[in-house]
């Protein structure tokens, strides 16, 4: 099985529907992230959380929430999806520690909102 | 200006090829350096990663980060059809809060080796 797994893979859905991505790892990390990737812009960062309790905003956070249900898994919602939100979406963890931050990426879940 | 700026390619090159990818930046304080390959369908996986300047060399893979032309460049030697998929650097300052140590990502160039 994959250190960091999501689902869905892929969804089409409408806009203005609620849509739930989720992830859970097996890494036994703390760090847990939401990354969303766009042709020619890379990955922007969308929240972010250091441990259960520990919730932060990234770059680009707006029309987006995110829960961090026990250490291993940490969902994305869309609670009105738009058109502009249709893109791949990355879940990553990584180690508590001061070094260089190694993220562990899962395999994407691919979002398109008509 | 993006902090991060990246040569989107697509690069092309015959198998055997020395390739040579490249960012540039423009925030001082960063001070890690990652290299990401990404494959089709797939999530982005650490490559490399060096601290400061220097170089690092992982056998096909050499990393060099020039601090001073705020310059990071990855060669590849005897280039592989493997080789071929979309490479991000990125990086991030020294650990002084969990903010400064999130990655700044470049947009990743999209390498091609023909066989």
């Known amino acids: 099985d994959a250190d960091v797994t999501q689902t869905p893979r892929n969804r089409i859905t409408k806009t203005g529907k609620r849509i739930m991505l989720e992830c859970s790892q097996t890494k036994g990390h703390d760090r847990m992230y939401w990354y969303r990737q766009d042709p020619g812009l890379g990955l922007r960062l969308i929240y972010y959380s250091f441990d259960v309790k520990d919730i932060n905003k990234g770059e680009i956070s707006d029309g987006y929430s995110v829960s961090r249900q026990a250490q291993a898994k940490f969902s994305l919602s869309l609670e009105s999806a738009i058109p502009n939100q249709t893109a791949l979406y990355f879940c990553?963890?990584?180690?508590?520690?001061?070094?260089?931050?190694?993220?562990?990426f899962g395999a994407g879940s691919r979002l398109t909102v008509l | 200006q993006k902090e991060v700026e990246q040569d989107p390619g697509p690069l092309s090159v015959p198998e055997g090829a020395i390739v040579s990818l490249n960012c540039t930046y423009s925030n001082s304080a960063f001070q890690y350096f990652m290299w990401y390959r990404q494959y089709s369908r797939k999530g982005p996986e650490l490559l490399m990663y060096?601290?400061?300047?220097g170089n690092k060399e992982d056998g096909r893979f050499t990393a060099q980060v020039d601090k001073s032309s705020k310059y990071i460049s990855l060669f590849i030697r005897d280039s592989q059809p493997s080789d071929s998929a979309t490479y991000l650097c990125?990086?991030?300052?020294?650990?002084?809060?969990?903010?400064?140590?999130?990655?700044?990502f470049g947009s990743g160039t999209q390498l091609t080796v023909l066989p």
């Open positions: 990553a963890t990584s180690e508590q520690g001061s070094g260089a931050n190694v993220l562990t």
């Open positions: 990125a990086m991030s300052a020294h650990w002084t809060s969990g903010s400064a140590r999130q990655l700044t």
């Open positions: 060096t601290y400061s300047s």
